[in-house]
């Protein structure tokens, strides 16, 4: 009788597959192009180096630890300055490039980093958010918001709404604001603004969320269809995750999970997400959402990128292609543009 099996190769190529089609027809992803070969040996490289860091990191507070050193083998950000902020008690850090005319006060992008709500901080993500401040000509709010375990929700929302609030008071106007996370800071960027919009404050003139964790009830397809393509988020670790952030509060409540939450009104969003990770879906239907209640949806599928793809510019060039995108998207709806 035939072996029916699916061979091992193809069986990773399922993935990215279905997220290219999905891209086209539920989220009319944006195209960034096939993967290629180096790039794929670049990623294999990446996720080695991760696996190292993360063998046996079970715990949260194992996770922190191993997250902070493998950002630390990274090089931090060049030809930026640096500006230590008390954002009305959010520790943060103000960078903009290190050019002799810009404009420092007039564009900015909040960035709210990702870990997962229990690790991350200003080190991790600096390397990034300089990348950014140099590509979009813009101020960049990195800040650190308080982390799960020891604080739970809403505190890391009530962090990234008090830094958005206090940009504002502090003399930027919110059409040259945008907001930005990945990972479980796209999901804190998203529930930022929901929070603005019901109190009918002002918004910010786009967000953009990398990998977002939309739905913290971990319902999507791509939880169990990309669990083997994923070498670094899994479903099990979500709920970990859901349990220690949330504690009884329910995962499909609107103001914890974006997906469920009415998004009408909402400003322009980008979304980038690796076609084989179990987050895949937390974008794409996400992206549905927004798109049938109105919004401006970008969304880019990137063939072969592993989670927090973007925060590694040294080992991967997609990171760079990446930062650049969303850079441009950030000019693009920023009201005061960059001088050439």
């Known amino acids: 009788m035939p072996n029916r099996r699916t061979p091992k190769r193809l069986k990773y190529l399922f ?21 290629s070969q180096a790039s794929r040996e670049q990623v294999e490289k990446l996720v080695g180096l991760w696996k190292d860091h993360f063998a046996g990191a079970d715990s949260l507070q194992q996770r922190r630890t191993a997250f902070k050193s493998l950002m630390e083998t990274t090089p931090g950000p060049t030809r930026i300055q640096v500006r230590q902020v008390d954002a009305d008690g959010i520790d943060a850090e103000l960078m903009w490039p290190a050019r002799l005319h810009h404009p420092i006060g007039e564009r900015v992008i909040l960035y709210i980093h990702g870990g997962g709500f229990s690790s991350g901080s200003i080190r991790t993500h600096s390397l990034l958010a300089g990348s950014l401040a140099k590509a979009a000509s813009s101020d960049v709010l990195l800040i650190d918001y308080r982390l799960t375990p020891e604080y739970t929700y809403p505190a890391q929302i009530n962090d990234a709404l008090t830094a958005y609030r206090w940009l504002l008071d502090n ?17 804190i960027a998203i529930e930022t603004v929901l929070r603005q919009m019901q109190v009918g404050k002002a918004l910010p003139a786009a967000v ?19 669990a083997e393509s994923d ?25 914890a999970s974006p997906l469920y939450a009415d998004l009408t009104g909402f400003p322009p969003l980008l979304l980038q997400v690796g076609s084989g990770e179990v987050l895949l879906d937390d974008t794409l239907r996400l992206a549905d959402k927004a798109r049938r209640a109105g919004v401006d949806v970008t969304t880019e599928v990137w063939p072969g990128m592993p989670h927090q793809w973007q925060l590694f510019p040294s080992l991967l060039d997609d990171a760079d292609r990446a930062s650049q995108n969303i850079a441009e998207f950030a000019i693009r709806h920023f009201a005061d543009k960059p001088q050439e």
């Open 15 to 35: 993935p990215a597959m279905a997220a290219l089609m999905l891209s086209a027809s539920a989220a009319f992803g944006q195209d960034v192009g096939p993967q």
């Open 171 to 187: 003399g930027y106007r919110n059409d040259n604001v945008v907001v930005a996370g990945d990972g479980a800071g796209g999901n």
């Open 208 to 226: 953009i969320a990398l990998s977002p964790i939309t739905d913290l009830a971990a319902t999507g397809g791509s939880m169990t269809s990309n």
């Open 231 to 255: 070498p670094l988020v899994g479903k099990d670790w979500i709920e970990t995750l859901r349990k220690a952030y949330l504690g009884r509060k329910s995962p499909t409540d609107p103001q």
